[in-house]
């Protein structure tokens, strides 16, 4: 399975990006999904969770983004989304989308870059 990013690119600060997140056959064929989530990598940064979204469609989000980032899925489309508004400088980093089963497999996507920045 192979998860592809996008959406990603160069913004203002106080503007807004949305990050889109599909598969190869599309994220609800891929059996017994736990949670998917969002995180991200600034350079010379640790990987830092950013969303997530449980199988019963349960949100939560990391301290520096609660409140400006929404997270969604759409069944029907099979694609998730990061919702980003009122970005700042410090929200510069590559995105990533994960989806984990209950099985313990992990897939990524090779992540999109966001640059907020004047």
């Known amino acids: 399975v192979q998860l592809v990013e996008s959406g990603g690119g160069l913004v203002q600060p106080g503007g807004s990006l949305r990050l889109s997140c599909a598969a190869s056959?599309?994220?609800?064929?891929?059996?017994?999904?736990?949670?998917i989530r969002w995180s991200r990598q600034a350079p010379g940064k640790q990987r830092e969770l950013v969303a997530t979204?449980?199988?019963?469609?349960?949100?939560s989000y990391g301290d520096s983004v609660k409140g400006r980032f929404t997270m969604s899925r759409d069944k029907s489309e099979n694609t998730v989304y990061l919702q980003m508004n009122d970005l700042k400088p410090e929200d510069t980093a590559v995105y990533y989308c994960?989806?984990?089963?209950?099985?313990?497999?992990?897939?990524w996507g090779q992540g999109t870059q966001v640059t907020v920045s004047s």
């Open positions: 056959g599309g994220i609800s064929h891929i059996i017994s999904i736990d949670v």
């Open positions: 979204i449980s199988s019963g469609g349960t949100t």
């Open positions: 994960n989806v984990h089963t209950f099985s313990g497999n992990d897939y």
